[in-house]
């Protein structure tokens, strides 16, 4: 298994429908209270025990979700409101290096927590032909809303696998 891809990459071709991208919404639903399980109990050497070798540590991890998460929500925000708008790709590994991944990861829950109740809300409201609404990422190119909503289904899963991982 590569431990940078506990649960592989995102990897999806075909038609989604609404059946596929409700299921992927519910997970989305499910990870703020799955991930406050997963660092439960963790003091803080564990917490800042990398997840692997020349990995984050699970809190840069955590700290991480809440960074990719809102900078997602914008994202499909932008995308429900503009024309196929350019969307900003941010430095995710100067990110984690910042003196804000180093807070308690309880700051970063709570906004995963937040954060995904409005962006849960926000996706099951939107329509079939929304969903066919894009926004242009410089380097990835068009991303549609369905897709995109799976690749952070995916992208919750794949750092929960980080975390549940790294506690064996």
């Not at 499910?30 to 564990?46: I, T």
């Not at 906004?111 to 109740?117: A, D, G, K, Q, R």
């Amino acid at each position: 298994m590569d431990e940078r891809y506990p649960i592989g990459t995102f990897q999806f071709e075909g038609d989604i429908n609404r059946t596929l991208t409700h299921q992927w919404i519910e997970e989305i639903a499910s990870l703020p209270k799955k991930l406050r399980e997963a660092v439960s109990g963790l003091n803080n050497e564990q917490l800042d025990t990398p997840y692997r070798d020349g990995g984050w540590t699970i809190r840069q991890v955590v700290h991480h979700i809440a960074d990719s998460h809102m900078n997602a929500y914008i994202r499909f925000k932008l995308a429900l409101t503009e024309d196929s708008p350019v969307i900003k790709p941010y430095e995710e590994a100067r990110w984690a290096e910042l003196e804000d991944s180093k807070l308690p990861v309880e700051v970063s829950l709570t906004l995963i927590e937040s954060v995904h109740t409005r962006l849960v809300a926000l996706l099951k409201s939107v329509s079939e032909e929304e969903m066919k609404r894009t926004f242009v990422h410089p380097e990835s190119g068009l991303v549609s809303v369905e897709k995109n909503i799976g690749l952070y289904a995916w992208h919750g899963n794949h750092h929960l696998a980080h975390i549940t991982n790294a506690k064996l």
